[in-house]
Each structure stands twice: as structure tokens, then as C-alpha cells.
């Protein structure tokens, strides 16, 4: 017999919502309809009618796990269409940021896959060594989250040379307590029993479903833009794409993990070989014209488009987050395991979904809403409301 | 005044409202515990009363469509269980020679009424989400039942064949507890596991995997209801350990009991506090493959008197 188990609109798996709607025999998922956008916030529309210089404040509000990577790749946009390169002790500073949020992001998730799995002490571990890092944000940049490092043709803030003790320090930390993690949680027969041959995804279905980020690498197709497109300080250092052949929930923890330590090497490499000199270069228009950046956040490459006319605001800003790519795989990737293992695969790709859902409802393949059409029907109900309690 | 004192124990002492009382008082040391091991702070001394008393309170919701006998029904069933039992485990080890039949059999079946009531009631509140979890209760009772008995009987062996509760622990008093054995030590290992399946704690809270089905068969309840499901819950983290000593630890007639009891009760939050759920039919093969072998091992060790 086939039931309907629903993963959502609100659920305390993930607390965004989403709506997972597993088609199941007994405890056996036969299959998967995703339905996003309960989210939408039309900031790609907010984003034309604000300053070439307001924009990063904007779209650093797109996601707050990943708040360095959209105005990150929106800055490289921005300069990628006026052909301006930021000087390179900023480069040096936002390719820094850019590791820190992904250890962070990283050890977020990881925390959350020990809460999935039902090993609430991993969760409370790894977040307490997650605290000290967001304590370091707050120094560097006066806030934990919402970190606005990123600025059209520089950084905005300079990391003090009496800071890079601080930093080195965090990292000596990390580094142990890293391979402890690492180590705890590859060497525990039970986490393996539950992650192990869990939500296969071929390599062939990743390419053919465009995943990106540990997702991607986790299955065996090797994509970084990091290493594919270097951007910044990335390709003046030294560092390793990390990736595993196997495809299931272990390998894109293992990724998860190892990756982490790469992150540590790169930071500490920039720190050592930080360039004195200015970190902003003098911007004074944006010529007509259209640029993309491309970063890779955490959870995957994030793309960002813009067009200019000439004038101080973008006349078209587009945003493509990797979970809106990386979801879309889960179809393939939880067919045939039970509803135990659907919790965990489902989290697997690190889904963010206030990052994928700026845009229209697509329900089957058909558009369903667009943005004017979500903002109508908000101010009918508004009017409906109003109108039964006779106001 | 014979019913007056019949009622005491079973309502008071060492019946339901005992039972219930340190029962908390236990599920807030769990709570301490586990809150020290995540570097947390923890919960003051009287916040399980403090939920219990916010939920008697709520309102109780009985959802549209659902058997209403029946869903009121699954936890009353617990809770009359395991005041029953409570009673009996008192009685049996305080005065193990008196005339009050007490066999382990009534106790086997007593101590099946609460996943009964949990699979009733979940089965009666009409959302597939708890269906699925009354299903897995099922299967996990099933799971860990059989080892469980095989480890039982291996004690009513090592008791000279006596299945009365008082003669086991009488014959403990006798040639000094069971523990002490290897047949006893690994009956022992079984019937934690089995205590820690039963309470339904981390690697076999299976039927109420939050992440996965949202509390499973509680996921209707809510008011008097649930605050009795969780009530039922907070007196077997008592009684289940206190089973295990009367039967393997010479009871618990004395004073080092309650230092027995805590040891056994942190051991449960460390094994809970140290793993991550397991699904379910690794559970099964668990209880089954595993624990199962290890079990008849113990008994045939206990025939052969080791």
C-alpha cells in the first residue's frame, strides 16, 4: 500500500521549510516529489531598485549561514563587469573570510547531521568548537553573522596584523579538534552502520543533475571553482579539491571533514603571506556592460550575474544558489531506502533554502507563481482577512 | 482497613504517585547528566514537575476521525501497568517470603502493557506518521522480547527452576546475587540493552525518531495524554532498573541500592549520550543475531551452572 510521509512545509528535521513528500511502501520510499517555495523574497527585484553599493548589504541577507558567499560572488560580478581588479592585500582578506564561513558552515552542518542521525553529543561538540570562530567573526568584523567584508573593488575592513595571532590560534584549536571529529566519527561502528551505502548518488546522476559543491565531490565528479576558475588569493596558494568516489552520505561528510582542513591550510598560508598596501580601490562608476561572479560556498558554487546601463543601480541581478541544484538530486539519491535513511539523505546535500527560494513556484515542471503573482495574492488575502473581521 | 491499605500501595506507596515522583526526579538526573556531557548547563532540580504540571494544564486535543476509546485508552494502559508492577517489585523484595504471588510471568506481561498502550494509541490517532512509529514500536517489542525471556529464563534456572519473584530473590540472599557469575554477568548485558530498548532512549528511540517521524506515535497527544505517556516513561527509568537488581543484584531491600540504582541509570544516559539511532532493522538484526546468540550462550552457561 502506498502512504504519503510528509518532510514538511515544518518539520523538525530541517527548519526551513521545504516540502519533502515521500511516497512510501511500509517503511520503503518509492518516491519523491519536491516542492519548494514557501520562501520567496524577491530580492533579485529589491536588488534593481538599490545602489551599485547597497547591494552587498542586500544580498548578504540572502542566507545567513553563507552571508560571506552572495556578495562575495556579487562583488566579483560587479568588478568582473567594470574590469577592476581589487588590490591584493584585500584579495588576500576576503579569500580568508571566504575559508573561515566555510569551516563554519561545514561544522554547522556536521552538527546537525549528528542531530539527525539521533547523537545529539556530536551536535553539541562540534557546535561548541564552532562558537570561538564566530567569536573571531565578531572581532574581525564586529559581527558574528552578516559579516559585510565585501566591497566593490576591495574589503571594506582590514584584518589587524595584531589579529593573526588570534586567528592562528583558533586554528591550532581547530586543527586538533578537527582530527578528532574526524577520527570519532570515521572510527565509530554504529555512525557507520547508519551512513554507509546510504543515498547513493552515481556520478553519472551528479553531472546529470548539475550538483555542485560537496555534493558533487562526494560522488567523484570533481568541480571547484576554486580550482576551475581561480579568483582571488586561491590560486596563489597551495591546497587540495577534496573528493570521494562513493557517493553516499559518509563520503560527503568525509569531504565535509577533510575539506575543513584544507580550509585551515589555506588560511594560514594567506596569513603568512599577507601583502602590505591598500585594500580598496577607488570605484567611481560602473560602465555599461554585464559581469558574473562565481564563488564557491559551502554547500557549492554560487553564481551571480549582473547588467549595468551605465547608471548607479543594476539593471538586472541574477542569483543562482547551489542548493537549488543540489536539492533537485535528492529524487534520485533517496529511491529505495527506508524512511530512517530519507531524514539523513534529504540533509546530506546541506540544503539552504533561503538561498534557493528568491524566485518563481515551479510545480511539475509548469511556473506556477511568479513573483508579481505571490505579492497579488498576499494582498488578497490581506483584503480578505480585513474584510471578515469587518475592518 | 484491609482496602485502605490495598489502595495505599497501589495509589501512593509504593504505587503510582512514588513511583511517579522519584520516577522525575530520575528523568531530570538524565537530563542533568546529558546536559553535562553536550557542555551544557542543564535543567534546575524541579523542571520535570515543572513540564508535567504545564502539560496537565494544556488542553487536551483528540484528533478528528481517531477511535476516541482507544486513543484515550493507549496511556492509560501504561500507566495502570506499571503501577501494578511497582507495586509488586516493592512487595516481592521487602518481604520475599510472604504469601503474595508475584511471578515473574505476571511480570513479563506487565511489562509488555506500555508498548501495547504506545502501539494502540498510535495506531488510533489516525496520522500516518504515527502509524509508522506504532508500527516500528511493534517490531522493535518484538525485537528485543526474545532475548529479554532467554535471559530471564537462564535467571529462573540459576533460581533452582523457580519462576515466584520472591524465591529468586531469596535464593540470591542465600548464595549471594546472580551478578557474580558469567551466565549472570551476560543475562545482565542483555537485560540492560533490553531496559535501554524499552525506554525507548538513543540507539533505540526508534519508534520516536524526531528527525524522521516527529515523536511517532505521541505525535497526536497532547495535554493530560501525553503528560501520561511521559509519566509512564519517567517511572519505568525507576522501576526497569530496580527490576534489574532485584533479579541479578540481590535486591534492593538495603541501602546500597540506591547507589546500584544511580550507577545503573547513568550507565543508561552514557550509552544513550555516546550513540547514534540505529534504524530499524539493524535493530532487529541487533536484538536478534547479536544479543540473541549472546543470550542462549548465558543460558546454556546457566545450566551448566557457571
Known amino acids: ?391 | 482497613m484491609n482496602i485502605v491499605r490495598i489502595l495505599f500501595s497501589y495509589v501512593i506507596f509504593p504505587g503510582f504517585i512514588f513511583t511517579a515522583v522519584v520516577g522525575l526526579f530520575l528523568t531530570w538526573i538524565d537530563r542533568k547528566v546529558t546536559a553535562r556531557i553536550h557542555w551544557r548547563v542543564g535543567p534546575p532540580w524541579f523542571q520535570p514537575y515543572a513540564d508535567f504540571l504545564k502539560l496537565l494544564l494544556k488542553e487536551t486535543i483528540i484528533p478528528e476521525g481517531s477511535s476516541k476509546t482507544l486513543f484515550l485508552l493507549g496511556p492509560l494502559l501504561g500507566l495502570i501497568g506499571m503501577s501494578i508492577f511497582a507495586v509488586m517489585l516493592f512487595n516481592m523484595n521487602f518481604n520475599p517470603s510472604g504469601s503474595f504471588v508475584g511471578d515473574l510471568i505476571v511480570i513479563i506481561y506487565l511489562l509488555a502493557l506500555p508498548p501495547i498502550g504506545i502501539i494502540i494509541g498510535g495506531s488510533a490517532s489516525k496520522n500516518p506518521l504515527a502509524s509508522v512509529g506504532a508500527s516500528r514500536e511493534m517490531t522493535q517489542y518484538f525485537a528485543y522480547e526474545l532475548p529479554f525471556l532467554i535471559a530471564l529464563v537462564s535467571i529462573i534456572i540459576k533460581a533452582g527452576g523457580s519462576v515466584k519473584f520472591g524465591e529468586i530473590i531469596l535464593a540470591q540472599q542465600a548464595q549471594g546475587p546472580f551478578l557474580y557469575s558469567i551466565s549472570g554477568v551476560i543475562a545482565g548485558v542483555v537485560i540492560f540493552l533490553c531496559i535501554q530498548a524499552k525506554l525507548s532512549f538513543v540507539p533505540f528511540d526508534i519508534p520516536e525518531a524526531e528527525q524522521e517521524i516527529m515523536a511517532g506515535p505521541y505525535i497526536e497527544y497532547s495535554g493530560v495524554t501525553l503528560a501520561i505517556y511521559k509519566m509512564t516513561r519517567a517511572m519505568m527509568l525507576l522501576l526497569l532498573p530496580l527490576f534489574l537488581i532485584s533479579v541479578l543484584w540481590g535486591g534492593f531491600a538495603n541501602w546500597w541500592a540506591i547507589l546500584k540504582l544511580l550507577l545503573i541509570v547513568v550507565l543508561i544516559i552514557l550509552v544513550k549520550n555516546t550513540n547514534p539511532r540505529l534504524r530499524i532493522d539493524q535493530a532487529l538484526k541487533f536484538f536478534w543475531i547479536g544479543i540473541g546468540a549472546l543470550s542462549i550462550i548465558g543460558l546454556v552457561l546457566a545450566f551448566y551452572g557457571l
Open chain 1, 1 to 391: 500500500m502506498r502512504r504519503i510521509v510528509p518532510i514538511g512545509p515544518y518539520h523538525p528535521l530541517q527548519e526551513e521549510p521545504e516540502f519533502f513528500k515521500l511516497i512510501v511502501e511500509g517503511e520503503k520510499v518509492v518516491d519523491l516529489e519536491i516542492n519548494i517555495g514557501y520562501n520567496h523574497r524577491g530580492h533579485e527585484f529589491i536588488s534593481q531598485t538599490l545602489t551599485w553599493d547597497q547591494v552587498p548589504f542586500l544580498v548578504e541577507r540572502i542566507c545567513g549561514i553563507c552571508s560571506d558567499s552572495h556578495p562575495y560572488a556579487y562583488v566579483l560580478a560587479v568588478e568582473d563587469c567594470a574590469h577592476i581588479t581589487a588590490p591584493p592585500r584585500a584579495q588576500y582578506i576576503r579569500t580568508i573570510i571566504g575559508e573561515l564561513e566555510r569551516i563554519h558552515s561545514h561544522y554547522l552542518w556536521l552538527g546537525l547531521a549528528g542531530h539527525f542521525i539521533g547523537y545529539n553529543t556530536v551536535w553539541m561538540w562540534v557546535w561548541r568548537y564552532r562558537e570561538p570562530l564566530l567569536d573571531l567573526f565578531e572581532l574581525i568584523m564586529g559581527n558574528r553573522n552578516h559579516y559585510a567584508i565585501n566591497k566593490i573593488g576591495g574589503a571594506r575592513r582590514d584584518i589587524l596584523p595584531e589579529d593573526y595571532p588570534k586567528i592562528e590560534k583558533y586554528l591550532d584549536l581547530l586543527e586538533k579538534k578537527n582530527a578528532m571529529f574526524t577520527n570519532a566519527i570515521l572510527d565509530d561502528p554504529v555512525i557507520r552502520a547508519r551512513l554507509e551505502n546510504v543515498g547513493i548518488l552515481s556520478k553519472q546522476d551528479a553531472i546529470a543533475y548539475a550538483v555542485t559543491g560537496p555534493t558533487a565531490r562526494g560522488s567523484g565528479y570533481a568541480c571547484d571553482v576554486r580550482k576551475d576558475d581561480p579568483y582571488d588569493a586561491y590560486d596563489k596558494v597551495d591546497w587540495n579539491m577534496i573528493v570521494f568516489e562513493e557517493g553516499d552520505v559518509l563520503a560527503k561528510a568525509k569531504v565535509r571533514l577533510i575539506e575543513c582542513d584544507e580550509s585551515i591550510k589555506i588560511v594560514r598560508q594567506c596569513l603568512k603571506n599577507m601583502p602590505d598596501g591598500p585594500i580598496e580601490t577607488r570605484v567611481d562608476e560602473i560602465p555599461p556592460g554585464e559581469g558574473i561572479g562565481r564563488h564557491e560556498a559551502p554547500r557549492g558554487e554560487v553564481f551571480h550575474y549582473v547588467r549595468s546601463d551605465g547608471s548607479n543601480m543594476p539593471v538586472r541581478h541574477k542569483v543562482r544558489a547551489p542548493s537549488f541544484m543540489n536539492v533537485a538530486s535528492n529524487v534520485v539519491a533517496v529511491k529505495g531506502y527506508s524512511i530512517a535513511d530519507a531524514a539523513l539523505v534529504l540533509a546530506a546535500v546541506d540544503p539552504c533554502y533561503c538561498c534557493t527560494e528568491r524566485t518563481f513556484v515551479y510545480e511539475n515542471g509548469k511556473k506556477k507563481y511568479s513573483g508579481q503573482d505571490l505579492l497579488k495574492l498576499s494582498w488578497e488575502k490581506t483584503e480578505k482577512i480585513k474584510r471578515r473581521y469587518g475592518k
